[in-house]
């Protein structure tokens, strides 16, 4: 969506793979806000920069930009909200190449996202919930 919107996108050098919390801007109206404290999956090498006319909305110590707002209508996202932690092993299975090469064991992916993937998951549809409730006002 970065490049979309005219922003450079480049390899961050290193992948960010794993559950681990964001930083958020600060903004008690974020949309962002429900993910405060909450480990989210992280599982990118790139990154990008931050479009013009957007916000930032997160960030994390590898990576600068993991979220942004545009002009109020478009939510982007590094990270994976949408993921559904009873079905990481499709992950795991589909990324191993990836994942060995980074480092990174499967078992340890496995142990997080059963740590934490129930409530990202609920923080997460708290996350839609306000972004579409944001925009239904936006448009009414």
């Not at 064991?105 to 142990?111: G, I, V």
């Not at 997080?112 to 997460?124: I, K, N, P, T």
Request: charged letters at 20%; a negative charge.
């Amino acid at each position: 969506m970065a490049q979309a919107l005219g922003a450079g996108v480049v390899s961050l050098g290193v992948k960010e793979i794993g559950y681990a919390p964001l930083t958020l801007a600060e903004n008690e109206d974020s949309v962002l806000a429900p993910l405060a404290a909450t480990p989210v999956l992280h599982w990118h090498g790139d990154m990008f920069t931050l479009p013009e006319g957007a916000t930032c909305l997160a960030s994390t110590e590898v990576c600068r930009y993991q979220a942004f707002e545009y002009q109020g209508f478009a939510l982007g996202l590094q990270f994976h909200l949408e993921a559904d932690h009873r079905d990481i092993e499709r992950w795991l299975v589909g990324h191993a190449c990836e994942l060995e090469l980074a480092g990174i064991a499967p078992q340890q992916l496995r142990e997080q996202a059963a740590r934490h993937g129930a409530e990202l998951a609920q923080r997460a549809r708290q996350v839609f919930v306000r972004w579409l409730d944001k925009n239904e006002q936006r448009t009414c």
